[in-house]
């Protein structure tokens, strides 16, 4: 599968590992933030990267403590109306100073791209990767921002 990586097209290494399935041995995982508040020193002592996969409903907070042994989190939208991704991205930048790769996958609109990428997003998994070169032109929408 091809995402969008810091504005280029790129393979995707990364698997979700839901809460029934066993954490294998290798490979890049992401698995959920009760799976990893739960279990991260199994998730931690494998080989591979580690990440874990917010929802709408979970709250950031809960990874400060072990937010710096986390190569990727991916922000999961449920619908392109639920903002509260937005907000969650925004947080770990900022608040919680998370410097590695924010993922939006879900229902988002390849039309939210540029405000996603304005609160911090780097990464996108189009559920649609027909439209990677459309999301790409997306990220030029505007030139100029009000806001810093």
Known sequence: MQIIK???I???DWI???NETEIGVEGNITVSLDRWKNHHQQCLNRTGKI???L???DNVNDLSDTLISLD???LNFPGFGDGRIFSQARLLRTRLGYQGEIRATGHFLVDQIFYLMRVGVNAFQ???EQQLPLALSCMNDFSVTYQP
């Open 6 to 8: 810091d504005k280029q």
């Open 10 to 12: 790129s393979t995707n």
């Open 16 to 18: 979700y590992v839901d």
């Open 51 to 53: 990440g874990v996969r």
């Open 55 to 57: 929802t709408s409903t």
């Open 72 to 74: 990727l989190i991916e």
């Open 126 to 128: 189009l559920e649609n």
